[in-house]
């Protein structure tokens, strides 16, 4: 991963200023798509959001139980939402939708794209901690990832229901 960032980082000098271009596009039209609770464990759940354009699916953020942005590969440590009597309040998703849009504001973009063999991605920060991520494919498409409306579709916990959310992919 180390040598995949400091190739990207390199290349992102070289060619780079073309796909950050692209990837502020997107960044900057990026849209709540919908958002859902994920159980990782008997009594904790983390609230995932997902965030898209056009109907479609392109970073999921996950908050903690005060709404803040958890870095990407820290969610195990985060404050989960916990509830000892059974899940948490259906109601609990509504008040995030208050948060996310100071939060949209308050995201920013690296200064650097990574190399994939498909494409590359650009990296969703906030305070500095990186806790989003943008794919798109070689051919400066967004690259859109359809497991997060599938494991939308199965939590019990999600806002809003499905069909409030017409052609997200």
């Known amino acids: 991963m180390l040598l995949s960032l400091v190739l990207g980082s390199g290349w992102a000098q070289d060619w780079g200023a073309e796909y950050l ?7 900057d039209n990026l849209r709540f798509q919908f958002m859902y609770l994920e159980r990782v464990s008997a009594n904790r759940w983390l609230v995932r959001v997902v965030l898209g354009r056009a109907g479609l699916a392109l970073t999921r953020l996950t908050l903690d ?42 995201l920013n973009l690296a200064n650097y794209v990574v190399l994939e063999p498909r494409g590359y991605r650009c ?43 017409p052609g997200v992919q």
Do not use: K
């Open 21 to 27: 271009s692209r990837c502020q596009e997107v960044a």
């Open 65 to 106: 139980a005060l709404a803040e942005p958890v870095q990407i590969g820290l969610e195990d440590l985060a404050q989960a939402l916990t509830r000892q009597d059974g899940p948490p309040d259906p109601q609990l998703l509504r008040r995030f939708t208050n948060r996310l849009q100071r939060l949209q504001r308050e």
């Open 123 to 165: 990296l969703l920060t906030y305070l500095g901690r990186v806790v989003g991520i943008l794919r798109f494919t070689q051919n400066n498409l967004p690259r859109p990832e359809p497991r997060w409306r599938e494991a939308y579709l199965r939590s019990a916990f999600r806002f809003p229901e499905p069909g409030a959310t």
